[in-house]
Antibody, heavy 115, light 110 residues
Framework: QVQLQESGPGLVSPSETLSLTCTVS????????WSWIRQTPGKGLEWIGR???????NYNPSLKNRVTISVDTSINQFSLNLSSVTAADTAVYYC?????????WGQGTLVTVSS | QSALTQPASVSGSPGQSITISCTGT?????????VSWYQQHPGKVPKLVVF???NRPSGVSNRFSGSKSGNTASLTISGLQAEDEADYYC??????????FGGGTKLTVL
């Protein structure tokens, strides 16, 4: 059974870069699409982007200029970088398997943007 | 691209059936049969309950069913149970994003 675990700082200063890593176990990261999704407190889900092996990642156009998703198949991890963050980027960030059909999610990590 | 449109809340009594709608456009729901539905209990991770409009993952109760007509998809829960009380989100593949979520619907079991 696949398991995903997010890791990274829980507090990021405004204008800095948010960086998170997702470690995947129970499945090869080369075999599927992997996504980052966020959920603002008390609000809905927002898809951030996806990556598949060596393919070019796809991003939500609303974040495209600030987001980078990369994958490291050697250690079965994929990562999220979101630059120039503001308070509006405060959210629970999930890593997940799939994109149109997400069947496995990490537990989520709360990232707060504050000075 | 704007989020898919869902009602903010729906409610029903135990044993009844309820339907949650999810309205998009001809660029997402209307164009593709890649609509999924997720159930999220408070403080928990979303759980996939329907994919590709009508399909249920293994282990999901057959009380959950999905459908689509034009630009609107629907999730129906029959034989409502207290444990069904949760937030429900739809998502669709789109020609641009490529994934978009609905704003979510809070289901209350009376």
């Amino acid at each position: 059974q696949v398991q995903l675990q997010e890791s990274g700082p829980g507090l990021v200063s405004p204008s800095e870069t948010l960086s998170l890593t997702c470690t995947v176990s129970g499945d090869s990261i080369s075999n599927d699409f992997w996504s980052w999704i966020r959920q603002t407190p008390g609000k809905g889900l927002e898809w951030i982007g996806r990556v598949y092996s060596t393919w070019t990642p796809n991003y939500n156009p609303s974040l495209k200029n600030r987001v980078t998703i990369s994958v490291d198949t050697s250690i079965n991890q994929f990562s999220l970088n979101l630059s120039s963050v503001t308070a509006a980027d405060t959210a629970v960030y999930y890593c997940a398997r799939g994109y149109d059909r997400i069947d496995s999610w990490g537990q989520g990590t709360l990232v707060t943007v504050s000075s | 691209q704007s989020a898919l449109t869902q009602p903010a809340s729906v409610s029903g009594s135990p044993g009844q059936s309820i339907t949650i709608s999810c309205t998009g456009t001809s660029s997402d729901i209307g164009a593709y049969n890649y609509v999924s539905w997720y159930q999220q209990h408070p403080g928990k991770v979303p759980k996939l309950v329907v994919f590709e409009v009508t399909n249920r993952p293994s282990g999901v109760s057959n009380r959950f069913s999905g459908s689509k007509s034009g630009n609107t998809a629907s999730l129906t829960i029959s034989g409502l149970q207290a444990e069904d009380e949760a937030d429900y989100y739809c998502s669709s593949y789109t020609s641009s994003t490529p994934v978009i979520f609905g704003g979510g619907t809070k289901l209350t079991v009376l």
